[in-house]
């Protein structure tokens, strides 16, 4: 069975194509995260998901059914919104009964739903507070208790850690991630925290622009980024691009660049062709000496980020262009020297 | 001073005799005044249409100001302009609400008689019936109505901050949960207007007892005493009748009214307002 099948979604606010192509399909139990700047449709596309906003066309099925058309209660889905929104109102138990009130599940069914959520998410405790007296790690767990009681067919997250601070957006998304093993229910999860898309999704969307840019595992989103977009967005510090004419000679492929020719890998070549301008290289994948050396690339030191186990060195070339390289900690640069980076292009790209 | 001076002449007026003829002179009955005006009949019956008053005030007020904020609040075009015409009921003098609405309430030019006319397709003068809504039936309620329709933009417009406030994710988060739009109304939009609704209602209830210059020109307390409130009993008693004494009384037994009442709002209503 599939769990959630998007087919030619397209959705428009008047002249704005907020999305304008989508098809996709989620298995039946996976956790999908939504990957995008903001602004580029990923929201949009899971309130038309979720019936909170109609097509403009195109087709969604969740568990197989057709529901393009069905009002958000008829979609057996449940929702956590963003920072996880809660009825201010009223006590953790009163909202999370506010998901059954209107349903058909009769009392006892509700009760030992209710019983078994609160079991899981160990929230007992909290269940007479009002959600301005819990804590944000608490909202957390009441509004995925609200979820779950409802025994949906699908979860549909909109950046629900987006409000927490680094340490207990850590915890929780590892919780998220056992929680949902657990379950085995089909989630989609939209964020724009590529940390939290590569440690919660088995399947990444990166979308920009209304557009996917690419659909594959974190380890596919990562190691083979498909356009210069993924490549950038993805990994941190972001990847470095040489910008240049791809030419193959009767010395191998070169990118020729304003510093001189770049010798490439057949078999990057091979992959993109001549079409390619840009060369793809991650931080961790530049060396940089002091002295040249065959196809280095010049540049003077900008700034120095230490982030502890090792630093980031933001070089600058002479037209002022970033380039960020990974060293260890004892590196002995200082700001304004000048160095030379050299490239390792054995896992470099082509775009 | 300010406070004080007036405060004590009025407690020492209301302790006295305070006669004209003769020559201008007071004498001391003690609590005799007080005395009187609980024995009096006037009295009695003003408490109870200054009760209808404010009940009836206070209700339309915030019904009428709860809606005009509901309807600022979902109009998407000419917002604006709809709320300059809102808020111009607030910026007109009760004096001059009171002469229009007069004119709008009386039979033969009154907004009553051309309805009930231009329905029954009367044109002519010998057929045309007369209907006046200043009645010794309705004249409170209908005070009551001009008052609202004079509080009820500012109540609107402060109701209107607080539905600003109200995320709109949560109005979909009562769709996903399948609310109807009586459940929408009492679980999202009600509550973040409790304090402003508490506090309106105080206050509304406070200028609606005190009223009285749109009672004066309206309706004069009439038909006979049919909407004589206490602020127009005591003015009658004080200016026309020269009985200062017991209408300077009349006016403590107001005041009682008016802190019994909003201490009692307070006490049933505001303090569990504390806790949420």
């Avoid at chain 1, 099948?5 to 989508?22: D, H, M, P, W």
């Avoid at chain 1, 979609?75 to 920072?83: C, E, P, T």
């Avoid at chain 1, 959600?131 to 699908?154: E, W």
């Avoid at chain 2, 508490?198 to 210059?213: A, G, N, P, Q």
């Amino acid at each position: 069975m599939s769990g959630i099948e998007i087919t030619n979604l397209r959705k428009s606010f008047g002249n704005v194509r907020a999305i304008k192509e989508l098809t996709l399909t989620i298995p039946n139990g996976v956790f999908c995260v939504f990957l995008g700047p903001s602004g580029c449709g990923k929201s949009t596309m899971l309130n038309c998901v979720a019936g909170l906003e109609d097509v403009t066309s195109g087709t969604i099925k969740i568990g197989g059914h057709d529901v393009t058309n069905l009002p958000p209660h008829a979609r057996d889905i449940a929702m956590v919104f963003q920072s996880s929104l809660l009825y201010p109102h009223l006590t953790a138990l009163q909202n999370i009964r506010m998901s059954l009130k209107n349903s058909d599940t009769d009392a006892v069914e509700a009760k030992r739903r209710i019983d078994h959520a609160v079991g899981i998410l160990e929230i007992a405790s909290v269940l007479d507070k009002k959600p301005s007296a819990m804590s944000g790690g608490q909202r957390q767990r009441v509004a995925m208790a609200k979820a779950i009681v409802r025994n949906p067919t699908a979860f549909l997250m909109d950046e629900p850690l987006a409000a927490l601070d680094a340490a207990l957006r850590q915890s929780l998304r590892l919780e998220l991630v056992v929680l949902q093993r657990q379950l085995g229910t089909t989630t989609i999860f939209v964020t724009h925290d590529q940390v939290e898309a590569m440690t919660l999704g088995d399947l990444i969307v990166v979308m920009n622009d209304g557009r996917v840019e690419q659909i594959g595992t974190p380890d596919e989103i990562y190691n083979n980024p498909a356009t210069k977009f993924v490549a950038g967005f993805i990994g941190s510090p972001p990847m470095n691009f040489f910008e240049g004419q791809v030419e193959d000679s009767n010395n191998g492929p070169t990118l020729r660049t304003q510093y001189g020719p770049i010798a490439i890998p057949r078999h990057l070549f091979d992959r993109m062709g001549g079409s390619a301008h840009s060369l793809g290289v991650r931080p961790q994948h530049i060396d940089i000496n002091r002295t040249k050396t065959d196809g280095s690339i010049p540049g003077t030191v900008f700034a120095i980020e230490n982030l502890g186990k090792d630093s980031v060195i933001i070089l600058h070339d002479t037209a002022g262009h970033d380039y960020r390289v990974l060293v260890d900690p004892d590196h002995g640069y200082t700001v304004g020297e000048s160095t030379y980076m050299c490239l390792d292009l054995s896992q470099a790209h082509l775009f | 001073m300010v406070m004080a001076y007036p405060m004590g002449y009025a407690i020492w007026l209301s302790m006295q005799e305070v006669s004209f003829f003769g020559g201008f002179r007071t004498s001391f009955v003690g609590i005799e005044n007080y005395r009187e005006a609980l024995y009096s009949d006037n009295f009695w019956w003003s408490v109870r249409v200054t009760v209808q008053f404010v009940l009836v005030s206070v209700v339309l007020a915030m019904l009428i100001g709860l809606g005009l904020a509901l309807l600022m609040h979902h109009v998407r075009r000419g917002r604006a302009l709809l709320g300059a015409i809102i808020i111009l009921p607030w910026s007109i003098s009760l004096y001059g609400a009171g002469v229009m609405w007069q004119y709008l309430a009386r039979g033969q030019s009154g907004v009553a008689s051309s309805l009930i006319n231009r329905m029954l397709g009367r044109t002519t003068p010998d057929t045309a019936v007369e209907y006046s809504l200043i009645s010794s039936e309705q004249i409170v309620n209908l005070l009551a109505l001009g008052n609202a329709w004079n509080l009820a933009p500012l109540v609107a417009f402060f109701l209107l901050a607080n539905l600003k406030t109200i995320p709109e994710r949560l109005y979909d988060l009562a769709r996903v949960d399948r609310l109807n739009v009586w459940q929408r109304f009492l679980i999202v939009t009600l509550p973040p207007l409790q304090y402003t609704l508490f506090v309106f209602t105080t206050i509304t209830l406070i200028m609606s007892m005190k009223l009285l210059d749109f009672i004066f020109v309206m309706s004069a307390g009439g038909p006979g005493d049919a909407s004589a409130t206490l602020t127009f009993r005591l003015f009658d008693l004080a200016f026309r009748q020269s009985n200062y004494g017991l209408s300077a009384a009349m006016s403590f037994y107001l005041l009682f009214l008016i802190i019994g009442s909003a201490l009692a709002l307070f006490f049933f209503w505001g303090r569990r307002l504390e806790d949420t």
